[in-house]
């Protein structure tokens, strides 16, 4: 089992930056694929990033040049830094580790952009 935290959520004005971070429970060094989901009210969770054990990387469409994300193995943490924020990447933002039998989830951090 694995517990996730994510932190760094907030209010921001369009073109503003956040840097989101979840942090596991325990070692992460295992886990071969982790990602950042989003939802925005009345609409489906969907993928914002992915990233390998290996480094590969996966972006959605909607945040490709604006958007990094990146692990720290030895930290137990996974990054997402935002930068150019549009209105439209207002979410609550969750943590998502897949396993064989079980998708772990975090309690979601909210992102708001707004001017």
């Known amino acids: 089992q694995v517990q996730l935290l994510e932190s760094g959520g907030g209010l921001v004005q369009p073109g503003g930056s956040l840097r989101l971070s979840c942090a596991a429970s325990?070692?992460?060094?295992?886990?071969?694929?982790m990602g950042w989901y989003r939802q925005a009210p009345g609409k489906q969770r969907e993928l914002v990033a992915s990233i390998t054990s290996d480094g590969k990387i996966r972006y959605a469409d909607s945040v490709k040049g604006r958007f990094t994300i990146s692990r720290d193995n030895a930290e137990n943490t996974l990054y997402l830094q935002m930068n150019s924020l549009k209105l439209e990447d207002t979410a609550v933002y969750y943590c998502?580790?897949?396993?064989?039998?079980?998708?772990?989830w975090g309690q979601g951090t909210q992102v708001t952009v707004s001017s």
């Open positions: 325990r070692s992460i060094f295992s886990f071969n694929t």
């Open positions: 998502n580790v897949p396993t064989t039998f079980y998708s772990y």
